[in-house]
DNA sequence: ACCTGAACACCGTTCAAGT
DNA sequence: ACCTGAACACCGTTCAAGT
């Protein structure tokens, strides 16, 4: 008989972070069904059972994965010296890693977690101390600047994760402001008053457009 | 033998009405993992096949479910001749109509339907005009503030799903409190001199002062 | 201590068969 | 036209058995 070699041992062995990264490629490439117990299991060339000895559950792994995301986002964001400015760039940092990651906004939506949100609210926070706004406003006012960046981000990537992808970007918002024109003029006078604007409108600066108003609104 | 008599024909027979009705009793009863269909298909004494004959299928109902509680939340809105407390109106209204309907808030930020959305930015649209905002901001503005609205009671209703029975609200906030205090001073500064800002912590309050933040801010 | 993979309970959805 | 309920494919999770 060949004697039995012992097999290669995975360079990278079964640990709870070669997991949730290996669950954030599988989310990544085929989205939120796409993250399978067997699916995560062939990826990391292993039986299913062997992932539940370093994580609880599902849940917990989505967790994870989506810490990981937000903290790499907030630790990419550049420094500013401008409190005004500083906002709008932790701001779109989120916008933009919840956009490159849609599950991520699905995830925050349906159970935030405390290690994420913490974070935000404390670099959020700050900028406001700067602003200047008075000690008994700076909950509120970093509450709704938090509130704000989160639902949006999240409501863009869920409307991402619908849009049509053969036809361009462009092409959707003329589509749209063409539905919209021919809304009843009774029950929707206001939509087809704008309906124009939305051809040359972009998601990105109504967003930050959004952030300038409730900054305005501190004063 | 006894003659089969002909079974009584159900009162309401199966409509897809009465099925969104039921499927938004069995959500609102036992959560979103309560919806299944052969729960359904046992509340309406059927089969669960049947059900399919009526609806496209699980994601098409949940929609409908949706629809139908935005829709009502919108119908209930008291009328106001003052365009700020409209607003205030509007959003009050479906910030309690998700608090009470968690899987609403979950619904819309998962698949925002048109349907809801549209109405919603309609409502808010023209109270926006009634505020004197210049025409060419009036689509930032009414983006702005549902974006706002939406995203800040999907995030309620998320922490609501999960916050512990047991204690009370007001005894939650003060253990917040009490762990933000013991935060890391060099890491989160901001959290510990706001965190006893959190014991008169009320929802509904911050959500509305955020309101009226960005209100002030169109201005 | 860690991994394997079959087994369990439970889904959404389909469909041949009934009325 | 509408309903029934078994069947199918596919989950998350468990666990006895292996190394």
Redesign the interface.
């Known amino acids: 008989m060949a004697k039995a070699k012992r097999p290669e041992r995975r360079a990278d062995s079964l640990t709870r972070d070669v997991i949730t990264e290996a669950a954030i490629a599988l989310l990544d490439e085929e989205g939120e069904d796409g993250l399978t117990f067997r699916a995560l299991a062939a990826r990391l060339e292993t039986g299913a059972g062997a992932i539940y000895w370093h994580v609880e559950n599902k849940t917990e792994l989505l967790i994870a994965a989506t810490d990981l995301i937000v903290a790499r986002a907030l630790a990419e964001i550049r420094a500013q010296t401008n409190a005004k400015k500083a906002i709008r760039g932790i701001a779109i940092g989120l916008f933009d890693a919840i956009d490159a990651h849609p599950w991520v906004?699905?995830q925050l939506?349906?159970?935030?977690t405390p290690t994420a949100t913490?974070q935000i609210?404390?670099l959020i926070?700050?900028r406001?101390?700067e602003l200047g706004v008075p000690?008994?406003m700076?909950?509120?006012?970093?509450?709704?600047l938090v509130?704000?960046i989160?639902?949006?981000s999240?409501?863009n990537a869920?409307?991402g994760?619908?849009a049509v992808p053969a036809t361009s970007r462009e092409a959707y918002m003329n589509a749209q402001a063409d539905r919209w024109k021919q809304?009843d003029a009774a029950?929707?006078?206001?939509?087809r008053?704008?309906a124009n604007?939305?051809r040359k409108?972009d998601d990105r600066d109504?967003f930050l457009?959004?952030i300038?108003?409730?900054?305005?609104?501190?004063s």
């Open positions: 906004g699905a939506s349906h159970a935030p913490l609210y404390e926070g700050r406001v101390q000690a008994s700076q909950f509120t006012a970093a509450s709704t509130s704000y989160l639902g949006v999240v409501q869920a409307l994760r619908m809304l029950a929707f006078p206001f939509l008053s704008v604007q939305l409108h109504e457009a959004g300038d108003v409730i900054v305005a609104g501190l």
